[in-house]
C-alpha cells in the first residue's frame, strides 16, 4: 500500500498477508511486514521501519478500518475509510 498525501510525501507499508477483515479484531501478518516514508521534494528522508520485536501485533482489519503497527513507540498506519 503507498500513500500520496496532500502535501506531496509519499508513505506506506509492505505486508506479508492480504488485507481482510478479523475476527475480534485480531492481528495477523508476520515480521516481515514494515511501513516507510520516502523524502518530498528534498525534504524530509527515507526511512523504513521494521518489526521491532516488542510484540507480535502487525496488521488488523475491521470493517471501518485497516491498522498496521511497526512496533511499540514506532511508526504506524492507521487508515479509517468506507
Not at 492481528?27 to 516507510?36: A, L, Q, T
Not at 523504513?48 to 498496521?68: E, R
Amino acid at each position: 500500500m503507498a500513500v500520496l498525501d496532500s502535501k506531496g510525501g509519499l508513505f506506506g507499508a509492505f505486508t506479508t498477508e492480504p488485507w481482510h477483515v478479523s475476527a475480534r479484531n485480531r492481528c495477523y501478518g508476520g515480521g516481515d511486514s514494515f511501513v516507510f516514508s520516502l523524502k518530498r521534494k528534498g525534504i524530509g528522508r527515507n526511512a523504513a521501519y521494521h518489526w521491532t520485536k516488542a510484540n507480535s501485533l502487525f496488521q488488523t482489519g475491521t470493517l471501518i478500518c485497516t491498522v498496521l503497527l511497526s512496533g511499540v513507540n514506532r511508526a504506524n498506519i492507521h487508515y479509517v475509510g468506507c
